[in-house]
């Protein structure tokens, strides 16, 4: 098990950007994936972005594709949500999330760590 601890949530106008980290206690295989899911109240924990350690892929919900950007700092061992142009809908609790699977998991299930959480609340 990877132990992670999200940080950067908080309240933003819409429009705004908020950057977002999720330090891991220690990065597992280069080709493994680790990223970002949310859930807002009411509803299902949906994928956001995923990336691998190495960096050589990452894939995006469609809701955030040219919006959000996932990026590592593999010496840190920490991973970065960079979320511009937020809409009120962007409002969740964002969670880091780490998988032993090979590929891009998007669903919950195939990760088997998770960070405690980070508020992202959007204004109107």
């Known amino acids: 098990q990877v132990q992670l601890v999200e940080s950067g949530g908080g309240l933003v106008q819409a429009g705004g950007s908020l950057r977002l980290s999720c330090v891991a206690s220690?990065?597992?295989?280069?080709?493994?994936?680790i990223g970002w899911f949310r859930q807002a109240p009411g509803k299902e924990r949906e994928f956001v972005a995923a990336t691998t350690w190495s960096g050589g892929t990452t894939y995006y919900a469609d809701s955030v594709k040219g919006r959000f950007t996932i990026s590592r700092d593999i010496a840190k061992n920490t991973v970065y949500l960079q979320m511009n142009s937020l809409k009120p809908e962007d409002t969740a609790i964002y969670y880091c999330?780490?998988?032993?699977?090979?590929?891009?998991?998007?669903?919950?299930?195939?990760?088997?760590?998770w960070g405690q959480g980070t508020q992202v609340t959007v204004s109107s």
């Open positions: 999330a780490a998988s032993l699977r090979s590929g891009i998991p998007i669903v919950p299930y195939q990760y088997d760590s």
């Open positions: 220690r990065r597992t295989f280069s080709n493994l994936p």
